[in-house]
């Protein structure tokens, strides 16, 4: 057996702290229950409830499309500084996907 004394130190941290990525992926949750308050809303009552609870409707957008940018705006700064986390690619997606909706939504869905 070893003495404490001849025990191998313990390694330095080998990956940098990943509060960057985490906060992408936080903020890209906070989106994500955004989107899905407005579907389940949008479900339950059609477009009457959308139209008729006008401060739910803009509260709900407002934060999806300010969680959105926020979260993507993170995550590049994440990916910049060389953080890695598996879900981060969903953070990068989120603000591209918001887009691409709300286009085809204007120019298919919504009259």
């Not at 903020?27 to 479900?43: E, M, Y």
């Amino acid at each position: 057996m070893r003495a404490a004394s001849q025990l191998p130190a313990a390694p330095a941290h080998d990956r940098p702290p990943d509060r960057l990525a985490r906060w992408a992926v936080a903020l890209t949750a906070v989106f994500g229950v955004a989107v899905g308050a407005s579907v389940i809303g949008w479900a339950v009552g059609g477009d009457s409830f959308m139209d008729d609870n006008l401060w739910f409707s803009v509260t709900a957008s407002l934060v999806g499309v300010g969680a959105a940018v926020a979260a993507f705006v993170t995550a590049a700064a994440a990916l910049i500084r060389g953080e890695r986390r598996d879900l981060l690619w969903v953070a990068l997606a989120a603000l591209p996907a918001l887009v691409v909706f709300l286009v085809l939504g204007e120019a298919f869905w919504w009259e």
